[in-house]
């Protein structure tokens, strides 16, 4: 496999649209992060994340779903 084969997963970009499909703000994400994983997120803190991809998987997985989405692993090898 060449590096061409690989397509980067922008985080950043993701969640603006799942923001933008529950017409959420990015305040109200990092509040509800909070609340949910126990962790303190400013809305300024969330942001730098998401906009150097330096958010763990887990991270993700409470974003998607507080929004109500899922992350799904497909096996494109069959």
Not at 21 to 26: I, S
Not at 60 to 65: N, P, T, V
Request: net charge positive.
């Amino acid at each position: 496999m060449k590096d061409s084969d690989f397509e980067i997963i922008d985080s950043h970009k993701t969640v603006k649209i799942l923001l933008a499909h529950r017409a959420w703000t990015l305040k109200k994400l990092a509040e509800k992060l909070s609340e949910v994983s126990g962790k303190y997120y400013s809305q300024q803190n969330l942001n730098y994340r998401l906009k150097t991809n330096s958010l763990k998987l887990s991270e993700m997985d409470y974003i998607c779903k507080i929004l109500g989405f899922k992350i799904t692993f497909e096996d494109v090898q069959k």
